[in-house]
């Protein structure tokens, strides 16, 4: 088979390759597992945005674990096509330059991989938002019309510090994926 041709083929088969993996359901989950509810309406307005932070920032970790993912994904994609590639361009008699290239860029998603380590974060990134929609979907499931406003209030806090324990619960190992140092607490006064 002449050069051109095995390129001709190989080119559209790492397109199709990427783009399936793209595609996958686990990089674009079904948004009817994250729903959006309404507050109980015994809350008051500060409570009521609470609710509603609560649920961007569900969406917003989701977010960002499926970035991670696809970009890890990508990553890995690219490497191991470049890597399977360097024997072909030896057979084929290419230009050397052709499968230090090839080289190059495997070893280099596999080092930006072991920096960023994008697998992990998007793992924990997911983890975290089906605790904290978990969370969230208890609170709204216990809601009920004939509980008094001081029930909901009640139901409100436990709620809220659940959702408080989770994001910690997880920040830290995200943190440490990451190796960064948490932030430093601001609005607190040392004695």
């Not at 609560?54 to 993912?69: D, K």
């Not at 830290?172 to 140092?181: K, N, S, Y």
Request: proline share 8%.
């Amino acid at each position: 088979m002449p050069r051109r041709a095995v390129v001709g083929v190989t080119v559209p088969l790492v397109i199709l390759a990427v783009a399936r993996t793209l595609l996958t359901e686990e990089s674009r989950p079904d948004p009817r597992a994250f729903r959006r509810y309404e507050p109980p309406g015994e809350l008051n307005k500060a409570e009521r945005d609470y609710v509603s932070w609560a649920q961007s920032h569900i969406a917003a970790v989701v977010g960002v674990a499926r970035v991670r993912s696809i970009r890890y994904q990508c990553v890995a994609v690219a490497s191991g096509v470049s890597a399977l590639a360097v024997p072909f361009a030896l057979a084929v008699s290419a230009p050397t330059w052709v499968p230090a290239a090839l080289g190059l860029l495997a070893a280099s998603g596999q080092l930006v991989q072991g920096i960023v380590r994008d697998r992990e974060q998007s793992m924990l990134g997911h983890q975290q938002a089906v605790r904290l929609q978990r969370t969230l979907r208890v609170f709204h499931s216990e809601s009920d019309e004939s509980q008094s406003a001081p029930e909901v209030k009640r139901r409100f806090r436990a709620f809220r510090d659940a959702f408080e324990a989770a994001k910690e619960e997880y920040g830290a190992p995200i943190l440490d994926v990451r190796r960064q140092e948490p932030p430093p607490i601001v609005g607190t006064r040392t004695p």
